[in-house]
């Protein structure tokens, strides 16, 4: 069994003494520690903490971002379904465009209840426990769509999926950011929406060889394998430490590091931390600026992360390309979209700790922005092709509907909406798609990370609900160019925001993050 750790007290001496002149952003002035330019070396030329030292914690990570994967599986499950169920034999099953519009956009709804309830499930059973929760409302869920006989099961099934999926996505960023070290903290923030993708993109697949009940059945898999795992994996640290239990938290570090591994003066940063924010938040600390600034940026970057427009281009989709007289066959739309954002995940994978995340951000909101832009002007001034109203492919066809293209496209600037779209999700799922839920885990304080991680999920639906559902409420009012010049205006406001507001956190520890906000210092917001 592994023993506690014995630090001798001179070295931590001289760690504490070292920690607490360590610049920040290497910024002058003895009041205020910054990020130091280059981090100090342990004693002894140790390798300094943040380098990978053991492959261990990639296993730790994909246990949890199996969540993820069920959840991108889930997300698109209605894509096949849908159409199948609109013409079903089965009078009790077959879908109305109202009920085939409320089986899509539910989930979000499910999913703003399961951020809800990991405000308090996060702190209550901890980030792993929370993530092996969301197992049985997943499986439950599947199970009642897979064996459905009635509408209401169908309904109560993707319902059930949404929360889990909502649970999920507030508890893993959180989880891999506590567990990571800071040199792969980014790229390992980018796994849960690489692992989303590839979920989907397993569906689409199983739903050009299985029947819609099938696909349920098959969503149990990965639910399966996701508990199995994690109960093998140990808990974050910081959670541990939080509740009291040292020696486990020493053992859960060491496994993650590895055997090698220095990880005194890191389980001492730590261990310092959480004891000095060892009670609950009062209300009065709220209104604190170390408190409020970094959960304000946190929701707001939700909430603007979902006014870009995702949400309702991914689930209307088929039926703006009808619009825009694309000819596009319906097989093939899933497959380009998940292609598109497979590969764009993975440059933000791979660049995210190297290019840091303000970078990514600008040019992913720039990208969104130039790709909104072009859309909206096409839509306005592209002659249409047999319909004098872009709404009409809007109003005729059903979320998840495989109607044809309205008339044939005879010039290659039709390509123009195809490849619009294209940009738009390439510059979505290399910044701002996969960095909110990243920075969402590495900004907030650890005593308010469960509740304000819960938030910002919670947050994030209710927006992506009421964006699908006043959609098309907006296109029949105004024409289909108006919501992609809106969803451009708020692409440069993205940039002011994260010009203004958004740290960057490339390479810095938890601690060292947190630190900077209990400064007040405006000059790491540059």
């Given at each position: 069994?592994?023993?506690?750790?014995?630090?001798?007290?001179a070295?931590?001496?001289?760690?504490?003494?070292?920690?607490?002149?360590?610049?920040?952003?290497?910024?002058?002035g003895?009041?205020?520690?910054?990020?130091?330019?280059?981090?100090?070396?342990s004693p002894?030329?140790?390798?300094?903490?943040?380098?990978?030292q053991?492959k261990?914690?990639?296993?730790?990570?994909?246990?949890?971002?199996?969540g993820?994967f069920?959840?991108?599986?889930?997300?698109?499950?209605?894509?096949?379904?849908?159409?199948?169920?609109e013409?079903s034999?089965d009078?009790?099953?077959?879908?109305?465009?109202?009920?085939?519009?409320?089986?899509?956009?539910?989930?979000?709804?499910?999913?703003?209840?399961?951020?809800l309830?990991?405000?308090?499930?996060?702190?209550?059973?901890?980030r792993?426990?929370?993530?092996?929760?969301?197992a049985?409302?997943?499986a439950?869920?599947?199970?009642?769509?897979?064996?459905?006989?009635?509408?209401?099961?169908?309904?109560?099934?993707?319902?059930?999926?949404?929360f889990?999926?909502g649970l999920?996505?507030?508890?893993?960023?959180?989880?891999?950011?506590?567990?990571?070290?800071?040199?792969?903290?980014g790229?390992?923030?980018?796994?849960?929406?690489?692992?989303?993708?590839?979920?989907?993109m397993?569906?689409?697949?199983?739903?050009?060889?299985?029947?819609?009940?099938?696909?349920?059945?098959?969503?149990?898999?990965?639910?399966v394998?996701?508990?199995l795992?994690?109960?093998f994996?140990?808990?974050?640290?910081?959670?541990?430490?939080?509740r009291?239990?040292?020696?486990?938290?020493l053992?859960?570090?060491?496994w993650l590091?590895g055997?090698?591994?220095?990880?005194?003066?890191?389980?001492?940063?730590?261990?310092?931390?959480?004891?000095?924010?060892?009670?609950?938040?009062?209300?009065?600390?709220?209104?604190?600026?170390h408190?409020?600034?970094?959960?304000?940026?946190?929701?707001?970057?939700?909430?603007?992360?979902?006014?870009?427009?995702?949400?309702?281009?991914?689930?209307?989709?088929?039926s703006?390309?009808?619009?825009?007289?694309?000819?596009l066959p319906?097989?093939d739309?899933?497959?380009?979209?998940?292609?598109?954002?497979?590969?764009?995940?993975m440059?933000?994978?791979?660049?995210?700790?190297?290019?840091?995340?303000?970078?990514?951000?600008?040019v992913s909101a720039?990208?969104?922005?130039?790709?909104?832009?072009?859309?909206?002007?096409?839509?306005?001034f592209?002659?249409?092709h047999?319909t004098?109203?872009?709404?009409a492919?809007?109003?005729?066809?059903?979320v998840?509907?495989?109607?044809?293209?309205?008339?044939?496209?005879?010039?290659?600037?039709?390509?123009v909406?195809?490849?619009?779209?294209?940009l738009?999700?390439?510059?979505y799922a290399?910044?701002?798609?996969?960095?909110?839920w990243?920075?969402?885990s590495?900004?907030?304080?650890?005593?308010a990370?469960?509740?304000?991680?819960?938030?910002?999920?919670?947050?994030?639906?209710?927006?992506?609900?009421?964006?699908?559902?006043?959609?098309?409420?907006?296109?029949d009012?105004?024409?289909?160019?108006?919501?992609?010049?809106?969803?451009?205006?708020?692409c440069?406001l993205?940039?002011?925001?994260?010009?203004?507001?958004?740290?960057e956190?490339?390479?810095?520890?938890?601690?060292?993050?947190?630190?900077?906000?209990r400064?007040?210092?405006?000059?790491?917001l540059?």
């Amino acid at each position: 069994m592994l023993q506690p750790l014995r630090p001798d007290p001179a070295w931590l001496g001289v760690t504490a003494a070292r920690a607490m002149q360590e610049p920040l952003l290497g910024a002058e002035g003895p009041d205020y520690d910054t990020f130091p330019k280059k981090p100090p070396p342990s004693p002894g030329e140790r390798t300094r903490v943040g380098a990978l030292q053991n492959k261990w914690v990639f296993l730790a990570t994909f246990a949890a971002v199996l969540g993820n994967f069920s959840f991108g599986y889930a997300l698109v499950y209605t894509s096949p379904v849908i159409p199948a169920l609109e013409h079903s034999s089965d009078p009790s099953l077959r879908l109305t465009q109202t009920q085939a519009t409320w089986f899509g956009s539910v989930f979000t709804l499910g999913a703003a209840a399961g951020g809800l309830s990991a405000m308090v499930l996060n702190d209550l059973l901890g980030r792993k426990l929370s993530i092996m929760f969301s197992a049985v409302p997943s499986a439950a869920g599947y199970a009642l769509m897979a064996g459905a006989r009635a509408f209401w099961m169908l309904l109560l099934g993707r319902t059930l999926t949404g929360f889990a999926g909502g649970l999920t996505a507030a508890c893993i960023p959180v989880y891999l950011s506590e567990i990571a070290p800071p040199g792969v903290r980014g790229a390992l923030g980018a796994t849960p929406q690489l692992m989303a993708v590839f979920g989907s993109m397993a569906l689409y697949a199983l739903g050009l060889l299985l029947p819609w009940r099938w696909l349920a059945v098959a969503g149990e898999g990965p639910v399966v394998v996701m508990v199995l795992l994690l109960s093998f994996m140990p808990n974050s640290p910081r959670f541990l430490l939080s509740r009291g239990r040292d020696a486990e938290a020493l053992r859960a570090l060491a496994w993650l590091r590895g055997a090698q591994a220095d990880i005194r003066w890191e389980f001492q940063q730590i261990q310092d931390n959480v004891r000095r924010q060892s009670s609950r938040v009062s209300w009065a600390e709220i209104r604190a600026p170390h408190m409020y600034r970094p959960v304000a940026i946190a929701v707001l970057m939700r909430f603007l992360q979902q006014l870009t427009g995702i949400t309702p281009l991914l689930v209307y989709l088929q039926s703006i390309f009808s619009s825009t007289a694309v000819l596009l066959p319906p097989q093939d739309d899933a497959a380009i979209v998940g292609a598109v954002r497979l590969f764009a995940v993975m440059i933000a994978a791979l660049t995210m700790d190297r290019a840091g995340r303000k970078v990514l951000l600008f040019v992913s909101a720039s990208i969104m922005f130039v790709a909104n832009l072009t859309l909206g002007l096409y839509i306005s001034f592209v002659p249409k092709h047999g319909t004098h109203n872009t709404t009409a492919g809007l109003e005729s066809v059903p979320v998840g509907g495989a109607a044809q293209p309205l008339a044939t496209p005879t010039s290659l600037l039709t390509l123009v909406p195809l490849l619009a779209t294209m940009l738009f999700i390439t510059g979505y799922a290399m910044g701002w798609g996969p960095i909110t839920w990243l920075l969402m885990s590495e900004i907030l304080p650890l005593r308010a990370r469960g509740v304000a991680s819960g938030l910002c999920v919670l947050v994030s639906w209710l927006t992506a609900f009421a964006l699908t559902e006043s959609f098309l409420l907006v296109v029949d009012a105004f024409s289909l160019q108006v919501p992609f010049f809106f969803f451009a205006a708020i692409c440069l406001l993205n940039l002011v925001f994260t010009g203004c507001c958004v740290p960057e956190t490339k390479g810095r520890s938890l601690e060292h993050i947190e630190s900077f906000f209990r400064t007040g210092r405006r000059s790491f917001l540059q």
